[in-house]
């Protein structure tokens, strides 16, 4: 039950850091760092249940490593749109256009959202003269945390103690 716990706590520290990194630093986050957070909630939830339920814990240990991986996964496609090898299919990582074919300057303003948004292509670095973003920083922890779950939940190292 401690592991199940432990890894509820973990993973739940990753999007509450990301978000605390916006309010104390100012970090603007994309709709790709966004999309990273949603992953870590999933497997905080399975965590807490599998910590309820002892005779599933292996399952939903396992479900919730897979989840920390998808986050990691995200964070992957993420740092590729950072390096430019791929565009982000988000719309809200793309800049504006004008919704009507040889339309104006009017048409590209009304298109704009009202508050604007980080672009996906642009990396956040938190640590200076660290060349890791902040996606980077998830695929890591993403990686680490994710296998050492997984690792743990088929090793069968999950029984009540």
Not at 23 to 44: K, N, S, T
Not at 59 to 85: I, K, N, Q, R
Not at 91 to 98: E, L
Request: with cysteine.
């Amino acid at each position: 039950m401690a592991i199940a716990v432990l890894l509820a706590l973990l993973a739940a520290a990753a999007p509450v850091f990301a978000r605390l990194s916006e309010d104390l630093w100012g970090l603007a986050p994309c709709e790709l760092c966004l999309w990273q957070r949603w992953p870590y909630w999933a497997a905080a939830g399975f965590a807490l249940a599998a910590a309820a339920l002892p005779r599933a814990r292996r399952p939903l240990l396992a479900l919730a490593g897979a989840a920390v991986l998808a986050s990691g996964a995200v964070a992957g496609f993420h740092m590729g749109v950072e390096a430019g090898w791929w565009p982000s299919p988000l719309a809200g990582c793309q800049a504006a256009v004008s919704p009507v074919a040889g339309g104006g300057i009017e048409d590209l303003l009304r298109s704009m959202p009202a508050a604007p948004s980080k672009p996906c292509d642009a990396p956040t670095y938190l640590v200076p003269g660290l060349p890791l973003s902040m996606a980077g920083m998830n695929l890591l922890y993403a990686l680490g945390l994710g296998g050492f779950v997984l690792i743990w939940a088929t090793r069968g190292a999950t029984t009540k103690r």
